[in-house]
């Protein structure tokens, strides 16, 4: 793991995250159209704070999106997608967070490259 990488999550992990999820699209998320998907879980599933990031997949052209989520109820998969209008399957990975540490390194480690887009929405 790279440094800024390695400080982006720590800096992130006392905020506290519920959730934890990766989405894959049929076409590559990009930092013009993952704001809007993302934007979508804060307003709809009413999620009060989001971190993504945007990475590469491997030995493709696609890309996928790891979330961080904090929220006040429980959310699922199936919710959570309602919410983003994306199909169910397009959420590969959704779990409840266990260990803030691991999985904001996890979500951050490509952080400071260039071809990783990140964000945090309140």
């Given at each position: 793991?790279?440094?800024?990488?390695?400080?982006?999550?720590?800096?992130?992990?006392?905020m506290g995250w519920d959730?934890?999820?990766?989405?894959?699209?049929?076409?590559?998320?990009?930092?013009?159209?993952?704001?809007?998907?993302?934007?979508?879980?804060?307003?709809?599933?009413?999620?009060?704070?989001?971190?993504y990031s945007i990475e590469?997949?491997?030995?493709?052209?696609?890309?996928?999106?790891?979330?961080?989520?904090?929220?006040?109820?429980?959310?699922?998969?199936?919710?959570?997608?309602?919410?983003?209008?994306?199909?169910?399957?397009?959420?590969?990975?959704?779990?409840?967070?266990?260990?803030?540490?691991?999985?904001?390194?996890?979500?951050?480690?490509?952080?400071?490259?260039?071809?990783?887009?990140?964000?945090?929405?309140?």
């Amino acid at each position: 793991m790279n440094k800024i990488g390695l400080e982006y999550g720590k800096w992130l992990a006392p905020m506290g995250w519920d959730y934890i999820a990766t989405i894959r699209r049929h076409y590559p998320l990009t930092e013009t159209n993952a704001p809007v998907l993302m934007q979508r879980a804060v307003n709809k599933a009413k999620v009060t704070r989001l971190f993504y990031s945007i990475e590469p997949d491997y030995n493709d052209k696609h890309t996928h999106a790891h979330l961080l989520l904090s929220c006040n109820y429980k959310l699922d998969r199936d919710s959570m997608a309602k919410a983003m209008n994306i199909q169910p399957q397009s959420i590969s990975y959704f779990e409840p967070v266990i260990n803030q540490e691991a999985v904001t390194n996890y979500c951050t480690k490509y952080v400071g490259r260039s071809n990783v887009f990140y964000n945090l929405i309140f």
